[in-house]
């Protein structure tokens, strides 16, 4: 069976300050996926890398996918409550289906 | 108009009851997902369809079924509620010629199943 996991589960710091994600699998995936889902609504697509050792930078947030395409990271730099939310990191083993992580909650104040 | 759409947006039911939920799609996608969230789990894939004719079951089937009545309608019924069925439910969609991998999300139910 195929995980992902994420870490960590929960996060809360005040504005202004830099975080990273993690999501880590034992398991290679050709391309994978970073979503925010924000109360009341489905997840939304933020970005997808797919070659090995990619780093893709969305404004504040970076993207990066691991050499063996196994584990990705999420770093965003000085945080704003508009980056509240949980982030679900989701990986393709090849068949166009989704494994999905857990996810993490972040909480950003202000 | 959002592109997915569930209805209903939450629901109440009574263990035993049989209940539908629906989702409908206007992306013209041929792929069509159901998941359940429930909090630390993370989204778990309950059926999914690649085109009318096609319909799989994910890793958590029992005590679900579903039906793709057309191209964009994919319903997921619960024949029995249970308690422990109350959960979060999202519908997805894929297949967008520019990615296939991306998927669009509906907007979720909340289920209580008393």
């Known amino acids: 069976t195929q995980l992902l996991e994420q870490s960590p589960q929960f996060l809360s710091i005040q504005e202004g300050e830099n975080l990273t994600v993690y999501c880590n699998s034992s398991?290679?995936?050709?391309?994978l996926q970073w979503y925010r889902q924000e109360p009341g609504e489905g997840p939304v697509l933020l970005v997808t890398?797919?070659?090995g050792g990619e780093v893709k930078k969305l404004k504040r947030l970076t993207f990066q996918f691991g050499d063996a395409r196994k584990d990705s990271s999420l770093h965003i730099t000085a945080a704003q409550p508009g980056d509240t939310g949980l982030y679900l990191c989701a990986g393709a083993p090849g068949n166009y289906q989704l494994i999905w992580g857990a996810g993490t909650k972040l909480i950003i104040k202000p | 108009d959002a592109d997915v759409t569930q209805t209903p947006r939450n629901r109440i039911t009574k263990t035993g009851k049989r209940i539908m939920l629906e989702c409908s799609q206007t992306k013209g996608h041929d792929r069509m997902y159901w998941y359940r969230q429930d909090p630390g789990l993370g989204l778990r894939l309950i059926y999914y369809?690649?085109?009318?004719?096609?319909?799989n079951k994910g890793e958590i089937s029992d005590g679900y079924s579903v039906s793709r009545q057309a191209q964009a309608k994919f319903s997921l019924s619960l024949e029995s509620a249970i308690p422990n069925q109350t959960a979060l439910y999202f519908c997805?969609?894929?297949?967008?010629?520019?990615?296939?991998?991306?998927?669009?999300f509906g907007p979720g139910t909340r289920l209580l199943v008393l």
């Open positions: 398991s290679v995936f050709s391309s």
């Open positions: 890398v797919v070659t």
């Open positions: 369809s690649f085109d009318v004719k096609d319909i």
């Open positions: 997805a969609t894929s297949g967008g010629d520019r990615d296939k991998r991306t998927q669009y």
